[in-house]
């Protein structure tokens, strides 16, 4: 018996896994997009918006990861966009090997944004490198402008921070400044775009922004 | 349940780490666990006695938990204080300027094994 001092991260099999996957993605031109919300924030709502206004200018394709059920990736596919749908096995988050593995039967053409949906959870997603390439989270209007002080992990892990259901600010007491300071707070990097996929308020500013990192992305590969 | 994931991954890590150093059995794993990592240890371990019995090299091992306590550093002032005890707001000059220094970690200190 022999002792052997380690001090590795308990998950830092799964952050290997993870840079792999980025760097062969970024070989093939693909580029993933980790999307985190709590459940009912309104990602495919908002995913739906966005493939329809990218149609022509850039290829889509979605990956959803639920715990159960294809009605998302459904409701993608109804709008021509390429789709698969991903079980976690019961799990509150994706992780490496599980997007590896969807990504491997989804098969996307090289040049496309892969969206990954992530599992419908504020707190577990933001802990697991998925190898994504950007991290994309949304917090929507009826959660409430306080969510940032509850759950700061993904706040602060994320690329961008999208501020959806807009349309329905008049109905709730969601002080939109205090979210975005609560938010450049805990991360001065983060992008935020107030947006309603429902009326596309707000959504060219995003898209904008989308299509200037994903240029990034391709220049840099 | 988010302390299965932890044990999915730590299990792999643990895998590889017996493949590369040549172990073949691990008898105790120490883990150092942050105060506010969010992680509830009883559940924890409930978990790992389930999980390590599919991995032959962890099927005897005892984890060993040690707790981390959470500290926050203020950039206003530029004291550290008890997280726990406080939470976000700085308990001597009252900025919200704070940033968690340690407490959030789950990290594998150790392992015996042959």
């Known amino acids: 018996m022999k002792v052997i001092e380690l001090n590795k991260k308990a998950t830092a099999s799964n952050d290997r896994d993870a840079a792999l996957l980025r760097e062969e993605l970024k070989s093939r031109g693909l580029f993933l997009i980790n999307l985190m919300s709590a459940a009912g924030s ?24 639920d715990i159960a059920s294809d009605v998302d990736a459904a409701a993608i ?38 969206f990954l949906e992530n599992v419908g959870n504020l707190i577990c997603p933001a802990e697991y490198d998925t190898g994504a390439h950007l991290k994309i989270m949304l917090l929507s209007v009826p959660e409430g402008d306080d969510k940032p002080l509850k759950y700061p992990l993904m706040f602060e892990e994320s690329d961008a921070l999208l501020i959806t259901k807009t349309d329905a600010l008049p109905y709730f007491d969601f002080d939109l400044e205090a979210a975005r300071k609560r938010a450049l707070a805990l991360n001065p990097e983060i992008a935020v775009f107030p947006v309603s996929a429902k009326t596309g308020e707000g959504m060219a500013a995003f898209e904008d922004w989308l299509l200037g990192r994903y240029r990034a992305f391709t220049e840099s590969a | 349940m988010h302390e299965m994931g932890i044990i999915i991954h730590l299990a792999g890590t643990l895998e ?99």
């Open chain 1, 77 to 114: 596919e109804a709008l021509g966009a390429k789709s698969i749908q991903a079980h976690t096995g019961g799990c509150c988050h994706m992780d490496a090997a599980m997007t590896r593995e969807a990504l491997d039967a989804f098969q996307p053409e090289g040049g496309m944004i892969v």
């Open chain 2, 16 to 114: 590889e780490t017996a493949r590369e150093e040549g172990l073949t059995r691990i008898s105790r794993v120490t883990l150092e666990v942050g105060e506010v990592s969010g992680i509830i240890t009883d559940y924890f371990e409930d978990c790992w006695n389930y999980f390590k019995k599919r991995h032959p090299v962890l099927e005897d091992s005892r984890l060993e938990i040690l707790t981390i306590p959470a500290v926050t550093y203020c950039s206003a002032c530029g004291r550290e204080y008890e997280t726990v005890k406080y939470g976000r707001e700085c308990p001597y000059c009252k900025s919200g300027e704070t940033w968690l220094v340690r407490g959030n970690e789950c990290v594998i200190k150790e392992i015996e094994a042959e």
């Open chain 1, 42 to 65: 309104g990602k495919t709502t908002f995913l739906s918006r966005t493939i329809k206004d990218l149609e022509g200018r850039v290829p889509v394709g979605v990956m959803e990861a």
